[in-house]
């Protein structure tokens, strides 16, 4: 019994301290505050961008697991979206238990682009991100003596497109840079010299949109052969103790099959002298 | 040695009698199979479920299976020991008690095979062993030196074995064919000529000398899958010789005990005399004491320095967790035979019986006290496993399947011993001074 009781208070304590009954307290004027710009598809991708860097490893795609609990809850469902605009802006800048504070991480604009881009997940939202989508397309060229990538954009408005150029690396890409275009719709970018390659200085690059809720998803993979070449010695290549069977060490091998071999020669022999006997008693006979 | 001459009649029909007639055999070989018969349901169910089935667990993955496995091979060296070693050097004595320790040899070195098997998670794999072998890894050394061992030990068994044959054949006329039908087979056409006795001795020497560091291989090689790793209690050089003179005192303790028992069921006082048993318990306690040395040296070199590491794995054999079995082993496997057999009238075939148990008793744990505590202590750090990781006792499958490996290697040992003469006649009737000449026109009376 007096088990139970300490066992009780401290799962109590426990929970207390995680904030799990903790609530959303949000003041009256928060709540009716409201946002200095209109809602608007540039505004949306905007908060859009930030939320898929900041806020989707916890919160993931708007709509996309559908429930309130456990925490983090989905910032798609209806519930959700009936708070107002000051609510949603007062929790992304204030924060609560696990959910971090944003006020010193984001500009106000940023957070304000965030509600926009979570509120056209309203049935009543007008804006429809969607017709930002340009679907540009994107040509690479690889400058071999020059170690220079260029990227062509073309089919609508190409001027000042994001371009991301990533390496390939075993398990993702790994951003290089991202630069935007000019106005004919090109941009070139040097390779840094540090990216390793394989032990020929092969390896692969691979182009892509910054924003391709704007741009599109275009996406070019292309090898490459001056990246800093990389002799890695495996050591399983050579001879040793810990090769495979046909890399044995030839010391090894030979004395194995060496004395193997003579001590089988000299079975074979006896063998076939009991197989002689037969033959030694017609010859006296 | 053998007051009285016997007649060449006598020695036959001595040596022949019980392979006709043997009361308790049928009980014997009951029991044996009834042993094995646990056995086999016991691996059925391994074969079922899986090592998963056995005590065994990832940190302790060597368990009783594989200490039995050196238990065996160490008992079937007592074959080298006395056909080559003792015969090499021109030992008479040893005549009547050749052919047992190539029994137990043979016996002994074919399960000491198959238990290798039972401790494998998948049998069916087997050949994967040889398609993918690696001639770096011990284990491969080990399978190969080990067939080696058992062909030649067949071999050895059956040389001495051919001129027998033909007083067989004369004798067993009123024994089924099939019996007759192997008489015949392994006389080889034996009609004692000058020039068939030239290759049967010829062979017999070159196979007793070839087998010495055959011998020694398979038994060191063992000690070499343990002694190849850096593990704690494994790490150690002098782990060859250290196995191979362990292996000299549970074989002869070992041929001790079948000794007793053939002699005692075959009715051969007259040929396995209290002076066989007075030397063959000198050997036991001769290879005790070379085995006790090594001992010494075993433990006293670690245990002086006490590294870190050893100090766990020392203070579990000598005061920890390990510490009653070691102690027992020790002292009853060990020392208070060595004090007893140094006592004349302990070698008499009785007490030389039950000291020879303890000592095969005191091996076969020895094997264990080797095997397991070394992997109740894992090198790399471990965290968060189960406690009963940590600690290891074989349940009812791997005691079943080893008893079954014991019962089956005592089978082999019977059958050969019902089959054929348990001594060699030819050698025998040759030592009484019969000719060559006699032996050929041996006729039944």
């Not at chain 1, 939202?125 to 073309?154: F, G, H, P, R, Y």
């Not at chain 1, 020929?200 to 741009?215: A, L, S, W």
């Amino acid at each position: 019994m007096k088990h139970t009781k300490k066992i009780f208070t401290a799962v109590v304590i426990m929970l207390l301290s995680i904030n799990v009954f903790a609530q959303w307290k949000i003041p009256a004027e928060a709540k009716k505050q409201t946002a200095p710009t209109e809602n608007s598809v540039d505004a949306a991708l905007a908060g859009k961008l930030i939320y898929d860097t900041k806020c989707k490893a916890c919160h993931q795609i708007p709509g996309a697991t559908g429930m309130k609990a456990p925490a983090p809850p989905d910032l798609g469902i209806e519930s959700f979206l009936n708070k107002t605009d000051g609510e949603i802006f007062y929790q992304i800048s204030e924060g609560m238990g696990g959910m971090p504070p944003f006020k010193s991480q984001l500009s106000e604009e940023d957070r304000w682009n965030i509600v926009h881009y979570l509120a056209t997940g309203r049935a009543s939202c007008t804006v429809d991100m969607s017709t930002a989508l340009q679907n540009l397309e994107l040509k690479v060229e690889i400058i071999d003596d020059k170690k220079q990538i260029k990227a062509i954009v073309s089919g609508g408005n190409v001027d000042c497109v994001k371009v991301g150029f990533f390496v390939k690396r075993y398990f993702g890409l790994l951003p290089i840079k991202v630069v935007e275009t000019d106005s004919s719709g090109m941009v070139t970018t040097t390779f840094p010299n540090d990216i390793s390659g394989d032990k020929d200085g092969n390896t692969e690059i691979v182009v892509k949109f910054d924003n391709p809720d704007r741009h599109g998803k275009a996406e070019v993979t292309k090898k490459i052969k001056w990246a800093t070449p990389v002799h890695y010695i495996n050591p399983l290549e050579k001879r040793a103790m810990w090769g495979v069977g046909a890399k044995a060490p030839l010391w090894i091998l030979f004395s194995y099959i060496g004395i193997t071999f003579s001590v089988w020669a000299v079975i074979i022999f006896v063998i076939l002298q009991i197989l002689k006997l037969k033959k030694a008693k017609n010859e006296v006979e | 040695m053998l007051e009285t001459k016997k007649s060449l009649n006598k020695i036959v029909s001595d040596l022949t009698v019980p392979i006709k007639s043997h009361k308790g055999f049928i009980i014997w070989v009951a029991f044996l199979l009834a042993v094995m018969g646990l056995g086999f349901y016991a691996y059925s169910v391994q074969l079922r479920e899986g090592l998963g089935a056995t005590a065994l667990t990832d940190y302790i993955s060597w368990g009783l299976y594989i200490s039995s496995f050196i238990f065996f091979v160490a008992t079937a060296l007592i074959g080298m020991l006395v056909s080559a070693v003792l015969g090499l050097t021109g030992i008479k004595w040893i005549t009547p008690i050749a052919r047992i320790a190539e029994m137990i040899a043979v016996g002994f070195a074919m399960w000491a095979g198959l238990i290798i098997v039972f401790d494998m998670g998948r049998p069916d794999r087997l050949l994967n062993v040889f398609l993918y072998a690696r001639v770096q890894s011990p284990i491969f050394w080990d399978v190969t030196v080990v067939t080696t061992y058992i062909v030649i030990s067949i071999i050895l068994f059956l040389l001495p074995l051919i001129p027998d044959m033909v007083f067989l054949q004369k004798t067993m006329k009123d024994q089924p064919k099939w019996k007759q039908k192997i008489y015949k087979m392994l006389s080889f056409g034996w009609k004692g000529t000058p020039e068939q006795y030239k290759i049967i001795k010829r062979s017999i020497r070159l196979l007793s000398i070839l087998i010495i560091p055959v011998a020694l291989a398979i038994h060191t090689v063992t000690s070499w899958l343990f002694a190849m790793t850096p593990r704690i209690g494994w790490d150690s050089t002098i782990f060859g010789p250290y196995y191979v003179a362990g292996a000299f005192a549970a074989g002869a303790g070992a041929l001790l005990i079948v000794m007793f028992f053939i002699r005692k069921s075959y009715n051969l006082q007259d040929y396995i005399t209290d002076f066989h048993f007075d030397k063959i318990g000198k050997l036991l306690v001769l290879t005790l004491l070379v085995y006790l040395y090594f001992n010494i040296n075993e433990y006293i070199v670690p245990g002086y320095k006490m590294k870190r590491g050893d100090d766990h794995h020392l203070f579990a054999l000598f005061a920890g967790k390990n510490a009653i079995l070691f102690w027992s082993v020790q002292i009853f496997g060990m020392i208070l035979p060595i004090l007893l057999l140094l006592w004349g009238k302990m070698r008499k075939p009785v007490p030389l019986l039950i000291i020879s148990i303890a000592v095969v008793m005191g091996a076969f744990m020895k094997r264990y006290i080797i095997t397991v505590p070394t992997l109740e202590h894992p090198q790399l750090p471990t965290a968060n496993i189960p406690v009963d990781f940590m600690i290891y006792w074989p349940n009812w499958i791997e005691w079943s399947i080893t008893s079954m490996a014991i019962a089956g290697a005592v089978l082999i040992v019977t059958i050969l011993a019902k089959l054929f003469p348990v001594m060699p006649i030819w050698e025998i009737a040759h030592e009484e001074g019969i000719s060559e000449e006699e032996m050929n026109n041996f006729e039944v009376e």
